[in-house]
């Protein structure tokens, strides 16, 4: 069993693109925050809550407090990742995703599962106006909580 296969929650593929990339041809560091954030919306959507609804009928938004990657190995172009989101727990104003980068598809066989990138995200929830902390609304909380 591959650690993709042991990582549960939600998941989208990631295709590397050449721009993705750093001079020595492996991913940016940066760029898997980017990844990561997808994974984080699609999640949310795939729950039913559209992020620019909830900003439009509440001025909520969600921001990342802190973040917390351990890079494991390197993703190069053209390859696919899998990209999880998992939320560890939720609070009044805040929630804490776990999410993982894992290699779907590679043009090296031996490669495929590999753990690229592991981490912890805590997101705020904030008032759109004030930028001060909100309650994450009743709705989505319960939905995160099951």
């Given at each position: 069993?591959?650690?993709?296969?042991?990582?549960?929650g939600?998941?989208?593929?990631?295709?590397?693109?050449y721009?993705?990339?750093?001079?020595?041809?492996?991913?940016?560091?940066?760029?898997?925050?980017?990844?990561?954030?997808?994974?984080?919306?699609?999640?949310?959507r795939?729950m039913?809550?559209?992020?620019?609804?909830?900003?439009?009928?509440?001025?909520?938004?969600?921001v990342?407090k802190?973040?917390?990657?351990?890079?494991?190995?390197?993703a190069?172009?053209?390859?696919?990742?899998?990209?999880?989101?998992?939320?560890?727990?939720?609070?009044?104003?805040?929630?804490?995703?776990?999410?993982?980068?894992?290699?779907?598809?590679s043009a090296d066989?031996?490669r495929a599962?590999?753990?690229?990138?592991?981490?912890?995200?805590l997101?705020?929830?904030?008032?759109?106006?004030?930028?001060k902390?909100?309650?994450?609304?009743?709705?989505?909380?319960?939905?995160?909580?099951?």
């Open positions: 069993m591959t650690e993709a296969d042991q990582v549960p939600f998941s989208i593929n990631v295709r590397i693109y721009e993705d990339t750093d001079f020595g041809g492996v991913v940016y560091y940066a760029n898997y925050l980017k990844y990561m954030e997808r994974a984080r919306t699609e999640y949310l795939s039913g809550f559209d992020q620019s609804a909830l900003f439009a009928a509440q001025r909520r938004l969600f990342v802190s973040a917390q990657l351990d890079y494991l190995s390197a190069r172009f053209d390859d696919v990742l899998s990209v999880t989101a998992e939320v560890e727990y939720v609070r009044r104003a805040s929630m804490q995703f776990v999410q993982h980068c894992t290699q779907a598809q066989a031996a599962g590999q753990p690229v990138v592991k981490a912890r995200v997101i705020a929830c904030i008032d759109a106006d004030s930028f902390p909100c309650a994450i609304p009743g709705e989505l909380k319960m939905g995160l909580n099951r």
